[in-house]
């Protein structure tokens, strides 16, 4: 995930459990192209941008990672409250 050229805007993520014990759901459907992966994170301990350009959930069973600038979480976040306030 990490290196992934800035021009692609796929926003690659990766999702690492201390134990597989925190994986609730892992399913990948024969009919479609639909994947499902849920579980369970535990209490947030930390939230921060690398370099701008990945957001990093810790917490207390494992961390996901999103490759996504500031900049657009910004700007999606603007979308949604202008939504809202329609």
Not at 3 to 31: A, Q
Request: proline share 0%; hydrophobic share 45%.
């Amino acid at each position: 995930m990490i290196g992934m050229s800035k021009k692609t805007m796929e926003h690659s993520f990766s999702i690492e459990l201390n134990s597989r014990g925190y994986i609730r759901t892992v399913s990948i459907s024969d009919i479609g192209e639909k994947a499902l992966i849920e579980g369970a994170l535990g209490n947030l301990l930390e939230i921060v941008f690398r370099d701008d350009v990945l957001l990093e959930v810790l917490a207390e069973n494992g961390a996901l990672l999103l490759d996504v600038s500031r900049d657009v979480l910004e700007k999606a976040f603007l979308k949604v409250e202008k939504k809202e306030g329609e």
